[in-house]
């Protein structure tokens, strides 16, 4: 029973580290180039995109800002939809039974 005890314990603790983790990768942000730096993308660690840029000589100047929300949201759409696909596939392999909190892939 001490055994069991103690897995539940280091379980406990591994699920604290997890959100930890978790909560830390929604706070860091990096940012893609591409061209030189003609556009730049800025999304978290966990593949949430925050920002695009296009520089103003790819487009009309007065499209740029409407071009740049578009594509965050096209882009945070379809992260959404594959996340939504791995839980499918996750349903499907685990005979629809949910995974603990702290488990899922994505």
């Known amino acids: ?3 069991f005890l103690g897995m539940m314990k280091q379980a406990a603790q591994l699920q604290s580290k997890m ?3 978790q909560d830390e990768l929604e706070q860091t942000e990096v940012e893609g180039i591409a061209g030189g730096g003609l556009v ?3 999304m978290t660690a966990k593949m949430e995109v925050k920002a695009i840029k ?3 000589s790819l487009i009309k100047p007065e499209d740029r800002e409407m071009i740049e929300d578009l594509i965050v949201a096209a882009l945070n759409d379809a992260r ?3 996340e939504a696909a791995v839980q499918e596939k996750m349903k499907a ?3 629809g039974l949910p995974l603990p909190p702290g488990l899922g892939l994505t």
Do not use: E, Q
Request: proline residues 6%.
């Open 1 to 3: 029973m001490a055994d």
């Open 19 to 21: 959100k930890a983790m």
């Open 40 to 42: 730049a993308a800025r």
């Open 54 to 56: 296009i520089d103003p």
């Open 80 to 82: 959404r939809k594959a």
């Open 93 to 95: 392999l685990t005979g």
